[in-house]
């Protein structure tokens, strides 16, 4: 007990200390002007959430002018290369799309960033994936998705994008036949819904919710998250009877709880970063 006692009033300290030394690194930001990049198109959540923190960082950093600014490009490869790049002074920050986990395990081509070096700053929301589809197309259930003649055609922001890579695993775990279409940034996707390019398109809940509410489209599934937050919309983990299809849908799962991430190149001193 005393072990555990000591190593609490340690810890304390050395938070106390760290909480001291950002306050004394808070003056660095005086006057100078924090690029809040954003690795999509303007319009979609991750813009909508850069340009919602963006005021509070601010606010929190007295006399710094905050910046968003939008690199879109190889399913947000493009903008985390040049943030990965950047100097670590706390001057450059990103939020980026968690599909780029993906894409590093698999070694995408592209990637000059290593996502376990990065800063991290924190995360604005634990975000469930929905499968959302256009209320005039025929598809009202994860049945009516297997039993289709022709594949499903989904939209998706990019080749490489969470979106992208989730719609494939969706599609292998629950036994639908889809095929997707990459290139719908911000709010793209639902507009392509609307025009019947496309029967729907899987993706947050706080961006697609809007959609759905507008009477524009409906849900047939979610990935992650409680009941509480949909309890009329099906689990995808419950639509899945083979051990890699609940493999699948847990992996999405724990990705969703990584939502909204913000981060800062990797080597930030540790109170400038506090």
Avoid: C
């Amino acid at each position: 007990m005393r072990r555990s006692l000591l190593l609490g009033v340690w810890l304390l300290l050395v938070a106390w200390a760290s909480l001291g030394g950002a306050e004394d690194e808070r003056s660095f930001f005086d006057g100078k002007t924090i690029t809040y990049v954003v690795a999509t198109k303007p319009g979609g959540g991750y813009d909508t959430y850069a340009r919602l923190i963006a005021p509070y960082l601010q606010k929190y950093l007295p006399g710094s002018q905050v910046v968003v600014r939008n690199v879109p490009g190889a399913g947000h490869i493009i903008a985390t290369n040049q943030v990965y790049a950047a100097p670590p002074d706390g001057l450059t920050l990103i939020t980026f799309n968690t599909g780029l986990i993906y894409a590093q395990l698999l070694e995408r081509e592209g990637i000059q960033f290593d996502l376990r070096r990065m800063s991290w700053i924190g995360k604005a929301a634990a975000d469930p994936r929905v499968l959302v589809v256009g209320v005039d197309t025929p598809f009202s259930s994860v049945e009516a998705l297997r039993g289709s003649p022709e594949p499903i055609l989904l939209a998706t922001s990019g080749v490489g994008s969470a979106s992208h890579n989730e719609s494939m695993l969706l599609q292998a775990a629950l036994g639908f036949e889809a095929k997707l279409i990459p290139g719908y940034g911000g709010g793209e996707a639902e507009m392509a819904v609307l025009r019947g390019e496309v029967a729907g398109m899987l993706g947050s809940l706080s961006s697609l919710r809007p959609y759905v509410e507008r009477g524009q489209g409906r849900y047939l599934l979610r990935v992650g998250g409680g009941k509480a937050q949909l309890p009329s919309v099906p689990d995808a983990a419950g639509l899945t009877s083979s051990e890699k299809g609940r493999a699948l849908i847990a992996l999405m799962a724990a990705q969703a709880e990584l939502g909204r991430l913000t981060a800062a190149p990797p080597g930030v001193p540790a109170p400038r970063l506090a």
